[in-house]
Nanobody
Framework: QVHLVESGGGVVQAGGSLRLSCTAS?????MGWFRQAPEKEREGVAA???????LYADSVKGRFTISRDNGWNTQYLQMSSLKPEDTALYYC?????????????????WGQGTQVTVSS
């Protein structure tokens, strides 16, 4: 199966930026980022297909950008204008089909998560 490892999380001041990275081994098609805050359900943040189509949650549009390198083995989430409500454990995920979705159920492989904490 696909193995994914996230990095880049940390503590940042509100209004600041962070760049998350995820390296995947194995074949992947669509990749995405999800987050889960305490006492909340896991929610989709952004997704990208191998053709470059992107999908964003309304709450992060204009602030977050998902990208993927030319080898399609690493994806990134550039987060800008961070807000305290962005604080969550962020997961990298991969689908072995061309999912265009922010539904967790459409992504079968998951990383262990990287914590993002936005302080005021």
């Amino acid at each position: 199966q696909v193995h994914l490892v996230e990095s880049g999380g940390g503590v940042v001041q509100a209004g600041g930026s962070l760049r998350l990275s995820c390296t995947a081994s194995g074949n992947t098609y669509s990749m995405g980022w999800f987050r889960q805050a305490p006492e909340k359900e896991r929610e989709g943040v952004a997704a990208i297909t191998r053709s470059g189509s992107t999908l964003y949650a309304d709450s992060v549009k204009g602030r977050f950008t998902i990208s993927r390198d030319n080898g399609w083995n690493t994806q990134y989430l550039q987060m800008s204008s961070l807000k305290p409500e962005d604080t969550a454990l962020y997961y990298c995920a991969a689908a072995r089909f061309s999912a265009y979705s922010l539904k967790p159920a459409d992504f079968g492989d998951w990383g262990q998560g990287t914590q993002v904490t936005v302080s005021s």
